[in-house]
């Protein structure tokens, strides 16, 4: 623990954790294993066995090994790198740590006790639990009754705890006041719920990635990329005829379809006319007719 001075003066006591970086080792899914959990591996270690070397499958050899459940699966891959930038300050998180253990402690240290009376002869009471129970009824002492015993060494979550300060490059995490657990202990950092819904909301975070094993051989993962490389080239050079037709087309059409919207402009205008020169000659047909009877 320390202390930093904030802008108005005061001083803030709070608590310097080296927050990763930890690598996603393994998503676990319910189709797969039956439930859905998230991998986090944490510091380097020189040694591992067989077994564990085999898990990290060439990640790393790392020294703790931690499961939590996700938010959403679409946004967690293997060897993916977790680090303090998903904090900022002002953040309201969990810590989860085993706190330090006192041993055997009495009453008074465990659980806060008072003690009895320090006058009217008890000179050896001053730091006895007391009564722990009626007599006849019940007869007994309840269970859960609060007395000496193991204090300390238990898992303990400290719940809605201010982050004051982040620093990236040297992955620190500044937490308001204490957090359970002695110095260099392992400690677990969750996000509240509004924290998880403004990473879902951040454009990095936002982006689901594709599920993918991570890769063993790093050969093969170069021939990948250079295949990968070569694509888009063949692609642009098969794409360009097409794009040269396409545009061409285009040009063509509309020199073809202005001279028969005019065609059809012109006939329809041009076929009233032809049905009223038509009317008059067979209106002047039975004229003739009938000059060519009074003739005869």
């Keep these: 623990m320390t202390q930093v001075f904030q802008e108005d003066g005061t ?4 608590t310097v954790v080296e927050a990763g970086p930890c690598m996603v080792t393994q998503v676990k899914t319910a189709a797969n294993d039956g439930y859905q959990a998230v991998q986090l591996s944490f510091r380097e270690k020189r040694r591992l066995s067989k077994a564990e070397e085999g898990h990290a499958r060439g990640m790393g050899r790392f020294r703790y090994l931690r499961e939590m459940p996700p938010a959403d699966l679409d946004y967690v891959q293997v060897g993916q790198t977790v680090d303090v930038s998903i904090f900022q300050p ?17 009453g008074i240290k465990r659980h806060g006790f008072s003690g009895g009376p320090k006058t009217h002869g008890q000179s050896d009471r001053h730091r006895a639990p007391g009564s722990i129970g009626a007599g006849t009824t019940p007869g007994r002492v309840f269970k859960g009754k609060r007395m000496a015993g193991h204090m ?24 308001k006041g204490s957090v359970p657990g002695a110095n260099r202990q392992l400690v677990l950092i969750q996000h509240t719920i509004k924290g998880i819904k403004r990473l879902r909301e951040d454009p990095v975070w936002s982006r689901p990635v594709e599920r993918e094993e991570f890769p063993q051989d790093t050969d093969a993962v170069a021939e990948e990329q250079e295949s ?46 032809d049905a009223a020169e038509a009317e008059p000659a067979k209106e002047a047909a039975p004229d003739s007719e009938e000059k060519e009877g009074k003739g005869q």
Aim: aromatic share 2%; no cysteine.
């Design 11 to 14: 001083a803030q006591a709070v």
């Design 228 to 273: 990968a490389a070569e694509q888009p080239v063949q692609q642009q050079e098969a794409e360009d005829p097409q794009a040269s037709t396409e545009e061409a087309a285009p040009e063509s059409e509309p020199e073809s379809e202005p001279p028969a919207v005019e065609e059809t402009a012109v006939q329809v205008e041009e076929a009233p006319s």
């Design 152 to 175: 300390g060494n238990v898992r303990v979550t400290a719940r809605n705890v201010e982050v004051v300060q982040v620093d990236v490059e040297r992955n620190l995490l500044l937490i």
């Design 90 to 106: 002002g953040d309201i998180i969990n810590v989860t740590g085993t706190t330090k253990g006192r041993g055997f402690a009495g």
